[in-house]
């Protein structure tokens, strides 16, 4: 594949991306940077609840450009043990959706969920549900 080729497709996954979930969200198009400020709350929060391993693994099935906004500012040691509660994770969400108060914390967490669930492997999914407690569990199925 041409270089200019795998550039057009990764951006045409990631838009794609970012206009289902604008889709779910209902956000209109001229609100699309407000869907990329969602995709990176709920990728966030995810990615920061996971053991590092698996956050990586997650990583690794993201679109490029998808890719690059589920690692912006990741660090290591993320403190994953710490959320154990449903609510501690939507607070994660709230936290990164802040100051705009406008999206609903589980309704991005929802979506985002449902994002990675329609397209990384099944596999991979079943992985990060393993490693996740219960309640926050719950939320992937």
Sequence with gaps: MKEHDLIESTTATSRQWLHELMLELGLPDEEAGRAMH???AGLHAIRDR???TAAVHLG????TLVR???YDGFR???GA???KTRAEMIQCVQRELEPDMRLSAPAVLQVVIAQL???VSRGEIDKVIA???GPIAELWT
């Design 38 to 40: 969602a995709l990176r």
């Design 50 to 52: 996971l053991p590092t």
């Design 60 to 63: 690794a099935q993201l679109p």
């Design 68 to 70: 690059g906004i589920y």
């Design 76 to 78: 290591l040691a993320n």
């Design 81 to 83: 043990a710490k959320v």
């Design 117 to 119: 669930r329609k397209h």
């Design 131 to 133: 490693t996740l407690p």
